[in-house]
């Protein structure tokens, strides 16, 4: 019947958001520890030699919760995020499929999408989702940034207390300050997706073989593999986002606009002398929680 159709498709929806939600809270509880060691070497130079002093440093002056300060704003936004990523991802392929970036699937002549085409939408997702992911990722990287141990004694008291003060400073676009850094990083989805579509067109020729594997395995370490590729070209580009994002850090955040001053552009943060791979330790932070 009809009615079973739409009740079909509301379990469908409310069980893709459940799980939405379940993505962001597990990328949160495995990966954001990482996350915060990395940030902390990327925006403070000098401060720790390494990331298992920086690890070390942490845990000994701040206690071990503070490896997830910041955690709320990706905790309550990435499913958000990963919703506008995918859905936008679906509806770029479909409309390159309709426009004719298409070649035959072997053996069967189905038109798919080129590799070519899995880029670009790969790209044009990375940067619809900056929409949502610039003023979560600024918070976040806010929070992660103060190392004191009391939350009396912290600038931001938490996510809605920073983003008072930042409206209050710099307007409601004031959240949105890094985007172009945070676009420079999100257009590497395109690498991502690029890679994870040949991966597994190179599982799947496997199929007949002594190495065939099943789709879930392809899927597993074909996304392990992309997450790799997407960081090792992300990587520079989220140096500088983040650096963006935590002006004037590591100055306390001022109280009138004027005050503040004049706000480093994307190039002008990329200048530097250590260069936007600073830190290849960072680096290395990050292909680990990939592959986790």
């Not at 400073?169 to 676009?183: A, M």
């Not at 799947?204 to 992309?226: H, K, Q, V, Y």
Request: aromatic share 12%.
């Amino acid at each position: 019947m009809a009615g079973d159709g739409v009740l079909d498709t509301n379990h469908i929806r409310i069980v893709g958001a459940v799980a939405g939600i379940g993505s962001g809270l597990t990328k949160v509880t495995v990966g954001h520890g990482f996350d915060t060691i990395k940030t902390r070497l990327q925006c403070s130079p000098g401060m720790y030699r390494g990331a298992f002093d920086a690890f070390f440093t942490i845990i000994r002056k701040e206690g071990p919760l503070a490896l997830y300060k910041g955690a709320t704003p990706p905790a309550v936004g990435w499913a958000a995020i990963d919703s506008l990523l995918l859905g936008s991802l679906h509806n770029y392929r479909l409309f390159l499929i309709r426009n004719g970036m298409t070649e035959p699937t072997p053996v069967s002549g189905i038109p798919r999408l080129t590799m070519v085409g899995h880029g670009l939408a790969g790209i044009a997702a990375g940067i619809t989702s900056t929409i949502i992911a610039t003023p979560i990722e600024h918070i976040k990287v806010k929070l992660q940034l103060q190392s004191q141990r009391s939350i009396s004694d912290r600038q931001f008291k938490g996510p809605i207390d920073c983003i008072r003060q930042i409206v209050r400073v710099q307007g409601p676009l004031g959240l949105w300050y890094g985007f172009t850094g945070s676009v420079a990083f999100r257009l590497n989805f395109g690498f991502m997706f690029l890679s994870f579509e040949g991966l597994m067109r190179v599982f799947s020729s496997l199929n007949g073989t002594s190495f065939e594997m099943s789709t879930g395995t392809a899927n597993f370490i074909s996304g392990g593999l992309g997450s790799f590729v997407f960081w090792f070209f992300a990587m520079p580009a989220d140096n500088i986002k983040n650096r963006m994002m935590s002006y004037p850090h590591p100055l306390q955040y001022p109280q009138s606009s004027a005050a503040l001053g004049h706000r480093p552009s994307f190039w002008a943060t990329a200048r530097p002398a250590e260069g936007p791979w600073r830190r290849k330790d960072s680096a290395f932070l990050r292909f680990s929680h990939a592959l986790l």
